[in-house]
């Protein structure tokens, strides 16, 4: 809030009041009593104090010694004044400020960050004339995280296209020297076909991520039967458990349905099954199920795998993050894949859960709203026909 929103706020006081103090003085003048809403509000310095008190910013008052005159509550919570006495950075801009007569800006974030204090606070610091400054404060955290990852997003983009795309133009050249060698043009063929699969998967996803994350429209969302979903991702998927020689076991069909975009709702379930595939053993297996529980579907993909530990399951969701690199990229992972899962879940009012044990393996739960359709039916269909998949259990053989 700047100077200039001061001044309109107390001119605009000011004459509200002279308004209604003229109204009224008629109306006594003619000799008729005054409506409770004609009578004349608080004091302009009153009304002043309230907006002062209540602004969202962190706001404070400093003399010429540095002194706080006047402070509210948030300036506390930003630490702007401690004990009654203002921040010594702000303390500082506030006689530079009297001196220039200019607004500087000034980083007014804690040095010893802990507990509920804001990491970053930014303030302003305004020349009010007679002596007199204001710091006004703003939590800025919430920026300064945003854009901490989007460097580090750019940082890892440019990093997963660089790989192949090097790769891919050295295989080239080794293309080139192998000519009369049909065998290693074969070979190196094959590596520079796998690079640019991978470098095109990664493509794909990131134009995914970017539709996900609001850059376009989200389709209108239908009726999805949910067997269908599971039926299609597992379709997808059939390759890779073949190649990896891992068994996916999955339910009965519960004729369940969720309103959602289906080619997402696939695109989300092949890549935690792709997931639990990549992190499974050879000859183990992979199950999927399906279930109604209260209000929610729930979609499970269980892996007995090498499992995730503790202080990675709160990451494993993040951009690019991998438990194990180098098996990822020997799996052509692009590190977006659950990712993909989180903002489609989140887009359609659901959720993805995990639960993990090293050692034992993983489950992750997609969580969705069931489709209000479905649920209006169901309504009249004979108690039991709907909860026959309420007592599946969470992880499936």
């Not at 009593?33 to 104090?49: H, I, N």
């Not at 795309?165 to 295989?171: P, S, T």
């Not at 068994?247 to 069909?253: F, G, L, W």
Request: charged residues 25%; aromatic residues 4%; hydrophobic residues 45%.
């Amino acid at each position: 809030m700047n100077a200039l929103l001061w001044v309109a706020i107390a001119a605009g006081a000011l004459a509200l009041g002279l308004v209604l103090g003229a109204r009224w003085g008629t109306r006594q003048a003619e000799g008729a009593p005054a409506p409770v809403e004609d009578l004349p509000g608080p004091p302009v310095a009153d009304l002043l104090q309230r907006v002062f008190r209540s602004s969202d910013e962190g706001l404070a008052v400093l003399n010429r010694s540095g002194d706080v005159v006047l402070h509210n509550e948030r300036a506390e919570e930003l630490g702007v004044v401690r004990a009654g006495r203002p921040d010594a950075r702000a303390a500082a801009a506030g006689q530079q400020v009297l001196q220039a007569g200019t607004t500087i800006a000034v980083d007014l974030s804690p040095l010893d960050h802990r507990g509920r204090q804001p990491a970053a606070v930014l303030a302003h610091v305004r020349p009010l004339g007679d002596g007199f400054s204001m710091v006004e404060a703003d939590d800025t955290s919430e920026a300064v995280r945003l854009e901490a990852t989007r460097r580090d997003f750019v940082a890892n983009v440019s990093h997963e296209l660089k790989t192949p795309v090097g790769a891919v133009g050295l295989l080239a050249e080794a293309v080139l020297d192998a000519a009369d060698d049909p065998e290693e043009v074969r070979r190196f063929g094959t590596k520079i076909l796998n690079e640019a699969t991978r470098l095109g998967n990664l493509v794909t996803e990131l134009i995914a991520l970017s539709r996900l994350t609001g850059a376009e429209r989200l389709p209108e969302l239908c009726t999805v039967d949910v067997d269908e979903v599971i039926r299609e991702a597992l379709a997808r998927c059939k390759l890779s458990a073949e190649s990896a020689g891992i068994e996916i076991i999955v339910d009965a069909p519960s004729g369940l349905e969720v309103d959602g975009d289906r080619t997402l709702l696939v695109t989300a379930l092949s890549n935690l099954v792709e997931n639990a595939i990549a992190y499974s053993p050879a000859e183990a297996s992979v199950s999927v199920s399906r279930r109604r529980a209260g209000d929610w579907v729930e979609i499970a993909v269980t892996d007995r795998g090498i499992g995730i530990a503790p202080e990675h399951q709160k990451r494993v969701f993040e951009r690019f993050f991998r438990v194990d690199p180098a098996r990822s990229r020997a799996t052509g992972g692009t590190g977006l894949g659950l990712a993909i899962v989180k903002h489609v879940l989140a887009n359609h009012g659901g959720e993805v859960r995990l639960w993990s044990s090293p050692g034992t393996g993983s489950t992750f739960t997609m969580r969705l709203p069931v489709s209000t359709v479905s649920d209006d039916e169901a309504g009249d269909e004979p108690d039991g026909a709907v909860r026959r998949t309420a007592d599946l259990p969470d992880r499936v053989g």
